[in-house]
């Protein structure tokens, strides 16, 4: 009985600081890289503040590639602030534009990293700086026509492809083109999952592929809205399909939903992140029989972009740090963390990794439809799971 | 200063602080809301929003399902919870100990890891149909289906629910059922003439909370739900982050905040007449 008191009143305390601690955390953050701000005017070293989202392998890569350009360059710190994927990449975003918009500078976001679509919103929004080869000497290494995609307002720093991922015990020869896909789809009802579009890339590269399967090259980088007209042939075949996928029409949140199906053994085919399933297949969350095939034309794949925020006043540092990120040995660390492709050509990386990536490296298509990528999903949604 | 007037600044006083906090918390968010969603995105202020809330079909089907998924919760909950507190109550031995000691894990465990939990219980090829295919039962698809939501509302609900009916049943006098006893009443009008009076107020606590709990409830339906027709919540994040419309999703926030409100007002109602009656 002696015992409940001084248990009960450590309870009573831990509690409270946890609850005071929760309710300071945020004022805190911003106090702290504040204060960085205004040491970088000393001969302190130079701290910009690097934001990047992502699942757990992204902030693995950043952990170890920060220390590695920071022995490089002592002048300049780069303060890591990594937001799990799904919780917080928009209002990062947005408190850009916020800060912008309130003539508050950069809002003690200098970089940022995310996909095409924040490119696209950045560029109209005009709170992207606009990069050249002068300031960041190793962007003459990555290729033209995906600076050309994003008017050289973002740095395509890895990519991935989306593929499909199957179970080699159930399926001996996987589909190699679309049609063989939509064909296998019908002929083997609910062993075809793909997640909802607006959940994960995976699914949304499935649902952009078909929706784009029978219209011209030209039209996966262009973001008129013109072209919404033309989407209705791959509804269709996305409505046709609808009743022969997992569950007669169940859709998994998540690029992880369908690899869990994948894995457990209630599908065979999925399209799935590579890095993901070379990943998982490394750690042994997936089982061995499951194998990687690209499709011809591939899946739209594409790189994550890395951009500087306009208002930053770090940017030679930035410049240093992205003219790092898009050199040979960090981009070796991004393949062999990522499991990804490299940003930059291959013709710059090393011969051993160069035979790596035979045949594989155009494995996959850059789409820059903008805006577009919103709206293919808004008619996902009511269109073919509202059904 | 007169003794009265002292006293009603004291308790002014007492009350602003508080007052203030709703004001900023949950007052003035609510007002922004609306006038947000007044808003039809070309400068001027109409109901489109609202219209659009009713007359599409994916919202309108999201909106029936939310309903009805919190009715079905809300009934079921009350059902089990009200059926344990009972039984808790006036039952003594070993399984009303292990009850006592057992029902409220549940609170202990986040949401997120309870409901991937649940995936991995009830999902297609999970433990539950192995165990059930040994007896040669194949299990019918529970999770995305709005039984995998009800489920996973029913383990998040049910322990606070039990605490909150057991706490008030405890407080009924064991002398005022004894003595009905006594006199030979049965045990449904016992039910109906003493304990559930006696109790009414608390289960209209806990009844506003289940309702309000699950028609904003997120996690258990993002992960197990269908992806139409949708929870509200789920629809609400769809809307706001993936579609990016704001003021389409401050109208889905502030009807939801009319659906809570027309049972906060209810209660509100139902409390005030008890204190009136009390005067």
């Given at each position: 009985m002696r015992m409940k008191k001084p248990f009960l009143s450590l309870l009573t305390v831990v509690g409270l600081s946890v609850s005071l601690l929760a309710g300071c955390g945020n004022g805190s953050e911003v106090k702290s890289t504040t204060t960085g701000g205004n040491a970088a005017a000393s001969s302190d070293p130079v701290?910009?503040?690097?934001?990047?989202?992502?699942?757990?392998?992204?902030?693995?890569?950043?952990?170890?590639?920060?220390?590695?350009?920071?022995?490089?360059?002592?002048?300049?710190?780069?303060?890591?602030?990594?937001?799990?994927?799904?919780?917080?990449?928009?209002?990062?975003?947005?408190?850009?534009?916020?800060?912008?918009?309130?003539?508050?500078?950069?809002?003690?976001?200098?970089?940022?990293?995310?996909?095409?679509?924040?490119?696209?919103?950045?560029?109209?929004?005009?709170?992207?700086?606009?990069?050249?080869?002068?300031?960041?000497?190793?962007?003459?290494?990555?290729?033209?026509?995906?600076?050309?995609d994003v008017d050289n307002f973002a740095v395509p720093y890895r990519s991935s492809a989306v593929v499909l991922a199957y179970d080699s015990s159930k399926i001996s020869n996987p589909p190699t083109t679309l049609d063989e896909l939509l064909q296998w789809i019908k002929a083997n009802p609910e062993q075809f999952a793909y997640n909802d579009p607006s959940t994960g890339g995976s699914g949304s590269s499935f649902v952009q592929t078909i929706v784009y399967k029978d219209l011209p090259e030209e039209d996966i980088h262009n973001s008129d809205p013109a072209i919404m007209e033309k989407w209705d042939g791959g509804f269709d075949t996305l409505k046709e399909i609808g009743p022969y996928v997992y569950g007669q029409g169940i859709y998994p949140k998540k690029n992880q939903g369908t690899l869990d199906l994948l894995m457990n053994g209630e599908v065979s085919l999925i399209p799935a992140w590579s890095d993901m399933v070379l990943q998982q297949l490394n750690e042994g969350l997936l089982p061995d029989t499951i194998k990687m095939q690209q499709i011809t034309p591939g899946f739209n794949g594409g790189p994550t972009y890395l951009m500087v925020n306009q208002e930053s006043d770090k940017k030679e540092a930035i410049n240093e740090f992205l003219n790092f990120v898009l050199s040979p040995e960090a981009q070796e660390v991004i393949v062999d963390k990522m499991n990804g492709f490299p940003g930059i050509e291959l013709s710059n990386m090393s011969q051993e990794m160069q035979n790596k990536f035979d045949g594989v490296a155009e494995g996959f298509r850059t789409f820059n439809i903008g805006d577009l990528g919103t709206e293919i999903n808004k008619r996902w949604q009511s269109d073919v799971a509202a059904k | 200063m007169s003794k009265e007037a002292r006293q009603s600044i004291t308790g002014l006083a007492m009350v602003l602080p508080s007052f203030a906090i709703l004001l900023i918390v949950v007052i003035i968010p609510i007002?922004?809301?609306?006038?947000?969603?007044?808003?039809?995105?070309?400068?001027?202020?109409?109901?489109?929003?609202?219209?659009?809330?009713?007359?599409?079909?994916?919202?309108?089907?999201?909106i029936v399902f939310t309903l009805k998924v919190t009715a079905i919760t809300c009934v079921a909950v009350i059902l089990v919870s009200y059926t344990l507190a009972i039984y808790m109550r006036f039952n003594q031995g070993p399984i009303v100990n292990l009850i006592r000691?057992?029902?409220?894990?549940?609170?202990?465990?986040?949401?997120?890891?309870?409901?991937?939990?649940?995936?991995?219980?009830?999902?297609?090829?999970?433990?539950?149909?192995?165990?059930?295919?040994?007896?040669?039962?194949?299990?019918?698809?529970?999770?995305?289906?709005e039984k995998g939501i009800i489920i996973a509302n029913l383990w998040f609900n049910i322990p606070?629910?039990?605490?909150?009916?057991?706490?008030?049943?405890?407080?009924?006098?064991?002398?005022?059922?004894?003595?009905?006893?006594d006199v030979g009443v049965g045990r449904l009008t016992l039910f109906t003439r003493f304990i559930f009076p006696l109790s009414y107020k608390t289960f209209l606590v806990a009844l506003t909370f289940v309702f309000m709990g699950v028609i904003g409830s997120f996690t258990a339906p993002y992960l197990i739900g269908a992806n139409s027709p949708q929870m509200l919540g789920v629809s609400m994040q769809q809307v706001f982050s993936v579609f990016q419309e704001r003021e389409q999703a401050a109208a889905i926030a502030f009807f939801s905040f009319l659906l809570c409100s027309v049972l906060g007002a209810f209660y509100i109602r139902s409390m005030a007449e008890e204190e009136k009656a009390k005067i």
């Amino acid at each position: 009985m002696r015992m409940k008191k001084p248990f009960l009143s450590l309870l009573t305390v831990v509690g409270l600081s946890v609850s005071l601690l929760a309710g300071c955390g945020n004022g805190s953050e911003v106090k702290s890289t504040t204060t960085g701000g205004n040491a970088a005017a000393s001969s302190d070293p130079v701290k910009f503040n690097f934001y990047f989202t992502g699942s757990q392998n992204v902030k693995d890569l950043w952990d170890s590639l920060e220390p590695m350009f920071e022995k490089q360059h002592p002048d300049i710190d780069v303060n890591l602030v990594y937001i799990p994927s799904g919780t917080g990449a928009e209002p990062t975003y947005d408190r850009i534009v916020a800060a912008k918009k309130a003539g508050k500078g950069s809002g003690d976001i200098d970089l940022y990293e995310d996909g095409i679509t924040s490119v696209a919103q950045g560029t109209k929004d005009g709170v992207w700086e606009q990069l050249n080869a002068k300031d960041i000497p190793n962007l003459s290494k990555v290729n033209t026509d995906t600076m050309k995609d994003v008017d050289n307002f973002a740095v395509p720093y890895r990519s991935s492809a989306v593929v499909l991922a199957y179970d080699s015990s159930k399926i001996s020869n996987p589909p190699t083109t679309l049609d063989e896909l939509l064909q296998w789809i019908k002929a083997n009802p609910e062993q075809f999952a793909y997640n909802d579009p607006s959940t994960g890339g995976s699914g949304s590269s499935f649902v952009q592929t078909i929706v784009y399967k029978d219209l011209p090259e030209e039209d996966i980088h262009n973001s008129d809205p013109a072209i919404m007209e033309k989407w209705d042939g791959g509804f269709d075949t996305l409505k046709e399909i609808g009743p022969y996928v997992y569950g007669q029409g169940i859709y998994p949140k998540k690029n992880q939903g369908t690899l869990d199906l994948l894995m457990n053994g209630e599908v065979s085919l999925i399209p799935a992140w590579s890095d993901m399933v070379l990943q998982q297949l490394n750690e042994g969350l997936l089982p061995d029989t499951i194998k990687m095939q690209q499709i011809t034309p591939g899946f739209n794949g594409g790189p994550t972009y890395l951009m500087v925020n306009q208002e930053s006043d770090k940017k030679e540092a930035i410049n240093e740090f992205l003219n790092f990120v898009l050199s040979p040995e960090a981009q070796e660390v991004i393949v062999d963390k990522m499991n990804g492709f490299p940003g930059i050509e291959l013709s710059n990386m090393s011969q051993e990794m160069q035979n790596k990536f035979d045949g594989v490296a155009e494995g996959f298509r850059t789409f820059n439809i903008g805006d577009l990528g919103t709206e293919i999903n808004k008619r996902w949604q009511s269109d073919v799971a509202a059904k | 200063m007169s003794k009265e007037a002292r006293q009603s600044i004291t308790g002014l006083a007492m009350v602003l602080p508080s007052f203030a906090i709703l004001l900023i918390v949950v007052i003035i968010p609510i007002v922004q809301s609306f006038i947000m969603s007044l808003s039809n995105g070309s400068g001027g202020y109409d109901l489109s929003r609202y219209t659009y809330l009713f007359t599409d079909k994916g919202m309108r089907s999201n909106i029936v399902f939310t309903l009805k998924v919190t009715a079905i919760t809300c009934v079921a909950v009350i059902l089990v919870s009200y059926t344990l507190a009972i039984y808790m109550r006036f039952n003594q031995g070993p399984i009303v100990n292990l009850i006592r000691k057992t029902y409220m894990i549940p609170l202990f465990i986040p949401g997120v890891i309870a409901t991937y939990g649940l995936i991995n219980l009830l999902g297609n090829h999970g433990w539950l149909a192995r165990m059930l295919e040994v007896v040669g039962i194949t299990l019918p698809r529970i999770i995305f289906d709005e039984k995998g939501i009800i489920i996973a509302n029913l383990w998040f609900n049910i322990p606070f629910t039990t605490m909150l009916l057991s706490s008030a049943l405890s407080g009924i006098p064991s002398s005022i059922i004894e003595s009905a006893k006594d006199v030979g009443v049965g045990r449904l009008t016992l039910f109906t003439r003493f304990i559930f009076p006696l109790s009414y107020k608390t289960f209209l606590v806990a009844l506003t909370f289940v309702f309000m709990g699950v028609i904003g409830s997120f996690t258990a339906p993002y992960l197990i739900g269908a992806n139409s027709p949708q929870m509200l919540g789920v629809s609400m994040q769809q809307v706001f982050s993936v579609f990016q419309e704001r003021e389409q999703a401050a109208a889905i926030a502030f009807f939801s905040f009319l659906l809570c409100s027309v049972l906060g007002a209810f209660y509100i109602r139902s409390m005030a007449e008890e204190e009136k009656a009390k005067i």
